[in-house]
Every structure is written in C-alpha cells, then in structure tokens.
C-alpha cells in the first residue's frame, strides 16, 4: 500500500493575520491540500488557531471541506497548536490517540496509532516546535521523539519543526527576522565577528533518535538538490521524519507551494510504500 502523508503550518489558521486582522485564506489552503495528487492519507497542520473554539466550528468546516477525519486537537498552551487529519477508506479508524504531556509544549502535540495491515501499529504526530530558543525545542523534541514511540517502532513526525535540519544548505540570513536569527544560529560574542553558525541540534536530537529525515534520505539517494527546496523564506523548517525501520519505504518527497498567498509556509508532502517496510523482529 502506498500512503501519502501531507503537512501544512496554516498561518493563524489561514483566518487572520499576526495582528488578528481578518485575512481568511482557508479556501486557498483547501485549493492547496487537494492539489496534492494522491489524496493525502494523513494531513498534520499547525497553528490551527481558534480550532478549539466556537464548537469546533472551523475543525468541522476543514472536516467537510478536505472530506477527511480528525483526531480530537491536543491541548497547547499556547492556544495555535496542531491538528492530525486521515482519510478513513485508507487508513482505517485509529486504534490508539495520546496527548499526554502535550500542555508542556508551547504548541502541544498528540500520537496517532493506525492499523495498516502489518505487525506493529503505524505511529503518526503532527509537530511545531517553539520558535522562541533552540533550548526550550531541543527538550521539547526530546519529549516527542519519546512519545512518538509510545505504540510501535514504526513512526511518523512531521510539520513545522522551526529549526535547520541536520544536514543540507546554509539558511538564507537576508530573509531572516533578528528574532530567528537569534533563536536559530548557535549564540557567539555578538564583538567578534564570527560567521553564523546553524544551530541543528533539533535535527542531531530527532537523529539520535532513530529517525531519518525523509527529503535528506533521498536526497542521498539521487543527488537531487530540489528535494532541499526551503518551505518559509530562509530554511528547509517544515520537515518530515521517520523512524529507522521505515527509511527503505520512503517513495518520493516534494513540495507544494501553489497558490503561493495560501500561507507563509510550503506544504510538504511524502509518500511510503509499506510492502517496503523493514519490519522490526
């Protein structure tokens, strides 16, 4: 079986700008989503802004909209966290749905376990880790790299991670705002003038962790340097990751930019083959 996985940072839930102004871009972020041929079976968002509210009027609205399901939204503290959306006639009704802990995180985070016809669970989490210090989101994906093992070997992580990945081009420092400047290089004596350094340690941490990052992996695998096409203005920061035992299955990676107002963010998207998982003894 084929699955599609789809991850989109939203924008204040393409409903408002940073200053709460209206600026409803959810029906260019639908246009965006069904773009993407085949259907995704999973859908992980982020900053789903106001989801919770109103009865969850717009989680509904994106439930009719894209015609798939949803898991119940994880608590965030800070109120713009993640939503994790299947496709039912592919991947079933899920089995297991965690959110323990999510309320530690600034944007909170829940694991979604599937049964796709194999030994072990699939293991899928939509993420977005605090942009504000490279600290406080190294601990935060120690924790969900933790939880993204709660119900099998075989996990998914993907969404807007804010960091550079382990590996792969320099961010691009003339589109960067001071604030990611400061929260995304590795602090130097501001005196010196010592050039910019990445601070990947997120990417290291998810590496260290058995996972693999899916547009790097077959970017190795081809040499194709587009599948290292930055997702916001300087970097690669929206990024999918998967456990070791599901690197072999990783199919195709790319990005979705169309219609470009939808949101600040690319939407990424992976495919994985299952009959190619190397499945753990």
């Known amino acids: 079986m084929i699955l599609t996985f789809m991850s989109q940072n939203l924008q204040f839930a393409g409903r408002n700008d940073g200053d709460g102004n209206p600026d409803n871009r959810w029906p260019l972020l639908v246009d965006r989503v069904k773009s993407c041929i085949p259907a995704p079976d999973f859908l992980l968002l982020q900053e789903t802004w106001n989801w919770n509210r109103y009865g969850h009027k717009y989680l509904a609205q994106a439930?009719?909209?894209?015609?798939?399901?949803?898991?119940?939204?994880?608590?965030?503290?800070?109120?713009?966290?993640?939503?994790?959306?299947?496709?039912?006639?592919?991947?079933?009704?899920?089995?297991?749905?965690?959110?323990?802990?999510?309320?530690?995180?600034?944007?909170?985070?829940?694991?979604?376990?599937?049964?796709?016809?194999?030994?072990?669970?699939?293991?899928?989490?939509?993420?977005?880790?605090?942009?504000?210090?490279?600290?406080?989101?190294?601990?935060?994906?120690?924790?969900i790299t933790t939880r993204a093992y709660k119900y099998s070997p075989l996990a998914v992580i993907g969404g807007d991670c804010n960091y550079p990945p382990a590996q792969g081009p320099d961010p691009d420092y003339s589109t960067m705002h001071p604030y990611n400047l400061a929260a995304r290089t590795l602090l130097s004596d501001p005196t010196k003038n010592v050039p910019r350094t990445p601070d990947r340690r997120q990417s290291w941490k998810l590496a260290q962790a058995g996972f693999v990052d899916v547009a790097y992996h077959l970017f190795e695998k081809t040499g194709d340097k587009g599948l290292l096409e930055r997702t916001a203005s300087d970097d690669r920061i929206d990024q999918f990751w998967v456990s070791q035992p599901l690197a072999a299955a990783i199919l195709n990676y790319w990005v979705i930019s169309k219609p470009d107002s939808a949101s600040d963010h690319k939407g990424v998207v992976f495919q994985l083959d299952t009959d190619l998982i190397d499945i753990p003894k």
């Open 63 to 143: 439930i009719s909209d894209l015609d798939m399901d949803a898991l119940p939204l994880p608590t965030a503290s800070s109120g713009n966290g993640t939503a994790l959306m299947y496709r039912q006639s592919s991947v079933g009704k899920w089995k297991r749905w965690n959110t323990d802990h999510s309320q530690t995180t600034l944007h909170g985070f829940g694991v979604a376990a599937f049964d796709i016809g194999l030994p072990h669970l699939l293991d899928v989490m939509s993420v977005h880790t605090t942009p504000f210090s490279s600290d406080m989101a190294l601990q935060e994906i120690g924790l």
